[in-house]
């Protein structure tokens, strides 16, 4: 009873242990990793062996392939040897006859045999006749005294790999001083073939197949056949160098020794070893090799294990899919349940969310409102204050032409008035056709009088901002120059007007004529101290008569480059202080704007020019030109 009541809380916190999500997910992560491990080591392995079996087969392949390429000319030397004509050259070296016919026979063999060259020498390594004319290998001499029955050597103007069958040639036997029997060696046939067409095709291999590597080296180690170019004449092992210095003196190759490829020096055949070439870019690669004893080669196939490893690691993945799999169904099974309790107290929490979240959308809701209607007092307090702003400008411009309109009227004023005195003495002496003269006069003077002023109302008027129609472009040009007349007549501005009559476009008068007042009022002073002064209005038809490009040029001095980028800014003036606000450009650009056009400003060889286009309501066929 004791055992069992101390057993029971043990029991039970290792059933919440159980039940806790952390113990599943480190099940899962547990299994995952088992999975991930198990799996790549399994795969890798695999991989490995079928790819030694599969590059000893192939090694197999490539050596049949080699003896059979080296044996093909195999008996050619000693068939060569029984030859008649061989045979008297033996027994006449020096005669020229017996040289030229076994060098004639030599080279028809040659030919039909399919080698590269065939020629005899004596025992010192002297040619005596040959298919061509050659240089005799340096490694002859060593061969000849060696006893070899072939060697291979490096071509030296093309770097191929050469191999040599021979064959001796020797007398009858004698008797040396010691006593026993030997028979002299007085020369040797010697067939030459070269490897570089197998060497080609191994090369094309390799080119197409990535994965493998095939090498054959000498009894020194040096690579003389490779199906990588850039691996030729390389080591397998490792040469200091001092080795490397006795390789390159020994003449056996054409160029210098390449690097260390640290292969070992023993390889298994079935069994291939893993290894790392000491090269930029090198992979692992699984190293094979297989002794050709009777040509003292080692033939090495280096397999690629990139797709090894790429396999390993797929399965390494599925394994560890398939652990996490397991983990993930124990968690949905526990989670599950778990989710089945919470799910009607997560129904009562939703519904108090729900019911906060109304409250806090109907607080935000009354925020909002309360925002937008502070955003719609101050739009149109900023509308307001535009709208000032451009009637204070208008007033300025009125302000800076009070002067120059007081003399204006002022003129017609005393001219009436002494017309009027003139008058009454015309009708005291009785001359009527006098009196009506001077009365016409009158009449014409109040006329003048009153369109300036009609003029200045309208101008001084504030504009309705909203309401565009189609108006007379000439008439609003007309309307801004009777404003500036007394300005331009006192400067003797010669204005040219090119302005369609008939032409009307999308605006509104009184905004429209501000812009030129500001416009031309601009080209006026600008032009105070120019002896030349010329005031140009042209209109340009743009967009296939659907829009008209207004363009104000003067011959004043301009503006400089620095200032040309800053005319379009508030309270930016090049006139003298308490001249000009800097707000006329500003707030014509705005107007423009307002009507679908872009005020822009640009410089001329003489003067400024500013232009503006607007839609066109009516289009007249021929412009109006007029000077004043």
Same mark, same amino acid.
């Given at each position: 009873?004791?055992?069992?009541?101390?057993?029971?809380?043990?029991?039970?916190?290792?059933?919440?242990?159980?039940?806790?999500?952390?113990?599943?997910?480190?099940?899962?992560?547990?299994?995952?990793?088992?999975?991930?491990?198990?799996?790549?080591?399994?795969?890798?392995?695999?991989?490995?062996?079928?790819?030694?079996?599969?590059?000893?087969?192939?090694?197999?392949?490539?050596?049949?392939?080699?003896?059979?390429?080296?044996?093909?000319?195999?008996?050619?030397?000693?068939?060569?040897?029984?030859?008649?004509?061989?045979?008297?050259?033996?027994?006449?070296?020096?005669?020229?006859?017996? /040289? +030229?016919? @076994?060098? =004639?026979?030599? $080279? %028809?063999?040659?030919?039909?045999? !399919?080698?590269?060259?065939?020629?005899? &020498?004596?025992?010192?390594?002297?040619?005596?006749?040959?298919?061509?004319?050659?240089?005799?290998?340096?490694?002859?001499?060593?061969?000849?005294?060696?006893?070899?029955?072939?060697?291979?050597?490096?071509?030296?103007?093309?770097?191929?790999?050469?191999?040599?069958?021979?064959?001796?040639?020797?007398?009858?036997?004698?008797?040396?001083?010691?006593?026993?029997?030997?028979?002299?060696?007085?020369?040797?046939?010697?067939?030459?073939?070269?490897?570089?067409?197998?060497?080609?095709?191994?090369?094309?291999?390799?080119?197409?197949?990535?994965?493998?590597?095939?090498?054959?080296?000498?009894?020194?180690?040096?690579?003389?056949?490779?199906?990588?170019?850039?691996?030729?004449?390389?080591?397998?092992?490792?040469?200091?160098?001092? /080795? +490397?210095? @006795?390789? =390159?003196?020994? $003449? %056996?190759?054409?160029?210098?020794? !390449?690097?260390?490829?640290?292969?070992? &020096?023993?390889?298994?055949?079935?069994?291939?070893?893993?290894?790392?070439?000491?090269?930029?870019?090198?992979?692992?690669?699984?190293?094979?090799?297989?002794?050709?004893?009777?040509?003292?080669?080692?033939?090495?196939?280096?397999?690629?294990?990139?797709?090894?490893?790429?396999?390993?690691?797929?399965?390494?993945?599925?394994?560890?899919?398939?652990?996490?799999?397991?983990?993930?169904?124990?968690?949905?099974?526990?989670?599950?349940?778990?989710?089945?309790?919470?799910?009607?107290?997560?129904?009562?929490?939703?519904?108090?969310?729900?019911?906060?979240?109304?409250?806090?959308?109907?607080?935000?809701?009354?925020?909002?409102?309360?925002?937008?209607?502070?955003?719609?007092?101050?739009?149109?307090?900023?509308?307001?204050?535009?709208?000032?702003?451009?009637?204070?400008?208008?007033?300025?411009?009125?302000?800076?032409?009070?002067?120059?309109?007081?003399?204006?009227?002022?003129?017609?004023?005393?001219?009436?008035?002494?017309?009027?005195?003139?008058?009454?003495?015309?009708?005291?002496?009785?001359?009527?056709?006098?009196?009506?003269?001077?009365?016409?006069?009158?009449?014409?003077?109040?006329?003048?009088?009153?369109?300036?002023?009609?003029?200045?109302?309208?101008?001084?008027?504030?504009?309705?901002?909203?309401?565009?129609?189609?108006?007379?472009?000439?008439?609003?040009?007309?309307?801004?120059?009777?404003?500036?007349?007394?300005?331009?007549?006192?400067?003797?501005?010669?204005?040219?007007?090119?302005?369609?009559?008939?032409?009307?476009?999308?605006?509104?008068?009184?905004?429209?004529?501000?812009?030129?007042?500001?416009?031309?009022?601009?080209?006026?002073?600008?032009?105070?101290?120019?002896?030349?002064?010329?005031?140009?209005?042209?209109?340009?038809?743009?967009?296939?008569?659907?829009?008209?490009?207004?363009?104000?040029?003067?011959?004043?001095?301009?503006?400089?480059?620095?200032?040309?980028?800053?005319?379009?800014?508030?309270?930016?003036?090049?006139?003298?202080?308490?001249?000009?606000?800097?707000?006329?450009?500003?707030?014509?650009?705005?107007?423009?704007?307002?009507?679908?056009?872009?005020?822009?400003?640009?410089?001329?060889?003489?003067?400024?020019?500013?232009?503006?286009?607007?839609?066109?309501?009516?289009?007249?066929?021929?412009?109006?030109?007029?000077?004043?």
């Amino acid at each position: 009873m004791v055992v069992t009541a101390s057993l029971r809380p043990r029991a039970l916190r290792l059933l919440r242990l159980l039940s806790r999500p952390g113990f599943h997910l480190f099940l899962t992560g547990l299994l995952m990793v088992l999975g991930f491990v198990l799996a790549h080591r399994i795969s890798e392995r695999s991989g490995r062996e079928q790819l030694s079996a599969l590059s000893t087969e192939r090694l197999e392949l490539y050596a049949s392939n080699l003896a059979a390429e080296l044996g093909r000319h195999a008996s050619l030397p000693s068939l060569l040897a029984i030859a008649p004509t061989l045979q008297a050259l033996m027994q006449a070296p020096e005669d020229a006859n017996a /040289r +030229r016919a @076994a060098s =004639q026979m030599l $080279a %028809r063999v040659n030919v039909r045999a !399919g080698t590269h060259q065939i020629f005899v &020498a004596d025992a010192r390594g002297q040619v005596l006749s040959a298919s061509e004319a050659l240089t005799p290998p340096s490694r002859l001499t060593e061969a000849l005294a060696q006893g070899r029955t072939h060697f291979f050597a490096a071509d030296p103007t093309t770097g191929s790999t050469d191999f040599y069958l021979l064959h001796p040639l020797r007398g009858a036997s004698q008797v040396s001083s010691a006593g026993a029997g030997e028979i002299p060696l007085r020369g040797v046939i010697v067939v030459r073939f070269n490897l570089a067409p197998l060497e080609a095709t191994w090369i094309d291999l390799g080119l197409r197949s990535q994965n493998e590597r095939i090498l054959i080296a000498d009894d020194q180690d040096v690579v003389i056949m490779s199906s990588v170019q850039a691996w030729k004449y390389a080591v397998l092992g490792h040469a200091d160098p001092s /080795r +490397r210095q @006795a390789l =390159q003196a020994s $003449a %056996r190759y054409p160029q210098a020794i !390449g690097p260390n490829l640290d292969l070992p &020096a023993s390889l298994e055949v079935h069994q291939g070893q893993q290894v790392s070439l000491p090269l930029p870019g090198a992979k692992p690669m699984l190293a094979q090799q297989r002794q050709i004893v009777p040509l003292g080669l080692r033939l090495v196939a280096l397999s690629d294990l990139t797709e090894v490893r790429q396999r390993a690691q797929l399965a390494a993945w599925g394994g560890a899919a398939f652990g996490a799999s397991i983990g993930l169904l124990v968690l949905y099974l526990s989670s599950r349940r778990r989710a089945l309790r919470q799910l009607t107290k997560a129904q009562t929490e939703l519904q108090q969310a729900h019911a906060l979240l109304e409250q806090l959308v109907d607080s935000r809701t009354a925020e909002l409102r309360q925002t937008n209607d502070a955003l719609k007092t101050q739009i149109a307090q900023r509308l307001q204050t535009e709208g000032e702003l451009l009637q204070a400008s208008k007033l300025a411009v009125l302000g800076q032409m009070s002067a120059g309109l007081s003399h204006e009227v002022n003129q017609p004023l005393t001219a009436l008035r002494a017309l009027a005195r003139n008058s009454i003495r015309l009708l005291e002496a009785g001359r009527q056709d006098a009196v009506a003269t001077n009365l016409q006069l009158m009449d014409d003077m109040v006329e003048r009088m009153s369109q300036i002023t009609r003029q200045l109302k309208s101008f001084a008027r504030k504009a309705d901002e909203q309401v565009t129609g189609a108006v007379s472009l000439l008439d609003c040009v007309r309307n801004a120059l009777l404003l500036l007349e007394h300005r331009s007549r006192a400067l003797d501005v010669q204005a040219e007007i090119e302005v369609p009559a008939g032409l009307r476009v999308r605006a509104e008068a009184n905004r429209l004529e501000q812009v030129l007042v500001n416009l031309f009022g601009n080209a006026i002073d600008a032009m105070q101290n120019e002896a030349e002064r010329q005031l140009r209005v042209q209109v340009i038809a743009q967009d296939g008569g659907r829009r008209a490009l207004m363009r104000v040029q003067d011959s004043g001095a301009g503006v400089g480059e620095a200032d040309l980028q800053r005319l379009f800014e508030p309270f930016f003036t090049t006139k003298p202080a308490g001249e000009g606000l800097g707000l006329g450009l500003v707030i014509s650009a705005k107007i423009v704007h307002e009507f679908g056009g872009t005020l822009r400003a640009q410089r001329l060889e003489h003067g400024m020019s500013f232009e503006f286009d607007l839609a066109v309501e009516t289009w007249a066929a021929v412009p109006e030109t007029k000077d004043v």
